[in-house]
Every structure is written in C-alpha cells, then in structure tokens.
C-alpha cells in the first residue's frame, strides 16, 4: 500500500529536550515537505527536499531542521523546542517533474505538545 | 511572492444542494492549483489540481474547480453536497519557475452538510 508513515503520532515533551520526528514514504517520490498547521493558519511549509541532499527552507523553517539521506526518508529534527512549536505536523511526498512539486500524499501528522 | 486566500472561514450548506468554496492566489507566473481535503483525525487528501487546459476541472467524490484567470481564482465546486463531505477544506499553490518548489496552502474551509 502506497503511504507516508510518520512517528510518534503523538508526543509530549519539555522546552530544550531535542526531538525528532520520522517520516518515511515508499512510492519512490523525489520530493518531500513538512508543515505544521495551526488554527486559522491552514498549513505552513517548514522545510522541503527536492531529492536526496536537496533541502530548502518552507515559510517557517526557524526552529526546525532536516536532512534527505535517503530518498524514503526525511526527518524532522527539533533541536531545542519551543512552547511555540506546539502544533500539528504533517509530512508529505509527491513526485517532482521539470515544472515543480506535484499533487501530494500526506502522512497521518504528528501532534507535538511542548510543556 | 505566492498567496493563498480561502475568504470564509465556514460554508454551510443543506443537503442535495450545490456547495461552492472559495479561493483566490497570487503568483508571478502560471499558477499550478491544488485543492485538498481533510476528515477529523487524519492527514490532507488530494481532490484536484489545475496546471493547464481546461478552465473546469473534474476530481475525486464528485468535485470539480473552476480556474479564472482574470480573477485569479479557483473556486471548489460540487452541484449536490452530501452530509459525507462535512470536512475541512484547503486550498494551494504553487508557483513555476524558481519558486516551483514551494507550495502555498490557504487557512482552510470547513465546509459542513446538514441533514
């Protein structure tokens, strides 16, 4: 079955304790993205990957980093968290073609509570 | 610089009649649509996309998106609603060219049915 897996689906945590967030995708997909969504603000790009070694920063990328080892795999990796990055994280894949990003899958997010 | 706009925050409709959700963008060059759309609990679900071609476009649950080009718009559109599209709404852009890779969602719609 095609799918975006993503781990832990739940956490809480303390401000200053790293974390990271997996995300794995087994439709070969060239790009991958995480976002976080908030109420009223829909869905902000954090950071995404065009391929493997390819990342660029999304609209909200301070706080967050990324690495693309892998072409399946894209964690998220919070080096310090913050209250203020508790959210809802989702990470996503698509193909890529010459012209952009196209129609993504998402994994089922990760709701992150930061005490 | 791409934006997204979803105007209303709610639509609610009864049902067996027509639903449409808005959305209006701004990019610099030919816009790449998306609408998507999520059920409590779980992650985005891709809907329909316009790239190119014909100004209606047809997608999944009997969903289709009217792209207008001079009012940079691209409503969501369904002629019979059903209790079962109760949902949140999103839509998103992205750009080509070198911002092809960063993709834009709107705040999100929710969207409900009533009996």
């Known amino acids: 079955e095609a799918q975006v897996t993503q781990n832990p689906r739940y956490l809480i945590t303390v401000t200053g304790k790293k974390l990271t967030v997996t995300c794995s995708q087994n439709?070969?997909?060239?790009?991958m993205s995480w976002y976080r969504q908030d109420p009223g603000l829909g869905l902000r790009q954090i950071y995404y990957?065009?391929?493997?070694?390819?990342?660029d920063k999304g609209d909200v990328p301070e706080g967050y980093k990324v690495s693309r080892k892998e072409k399946r795999n894209f964690p998220l990796i919070l080096e310090s968290p913050s209250p203020n990055q508790t959210s809802l994280y989702f990470c996503?894949?698509?193909?890529?073609?010459?012209?952009?990003?196209?129609?993504?899958?998402f994994g089922p997010g990760t709701r992150l509570t930061v005490l | 610089a791409q934006s997204v706009a979803q105007p209303e925050d709610q639509v609610n409709v009864a049902e067996g009649n027509p639903l449409t959700v808005k959305c209006t963008y701004s990019?610099?060059?030919?816009?790449?649509l998306f609408w998507y759309v999520q059920y409590p609990n779980r992650g985005l679900q891709f809907l329909l996309k316009?790239?190119?071609?014909?100004?209606l476009v047809k997608g999944s649950y009997g969903f289709e998106a009217e792209f207008n080009k001079s009012q940079t718009s691209f409503h969501l559109k369904k002629p019979s609603a059903l209790v079962s599209d109760s949902a949140l709404y999103f839509c998103?852009?992205?750009?080509?060219?070198?911002?092809?890779?960063?993709?834009?969602f709107g705040s999100g719609t929710r969207l409900s049915i009533r009996p």
């Open positions: 996503a894949s698509s193909t890529f073609s010459g012209t952009g990003a196209n129609e993504q899958f």
């Open positions: 439709m070969n997909h060239e790009y």
């Open positions: 990957s065009m391929n493997v070694e390819v990342t």
């Open positions: 990019v610099s060059g030919n816009p790449y």
């Open positions: 316009y790239i190119t071609g014909d100004n």
């Open positions: 998103a852009v992205r750009d080509i060219g070198s911002s092809a890779s960063k993709i834009i």
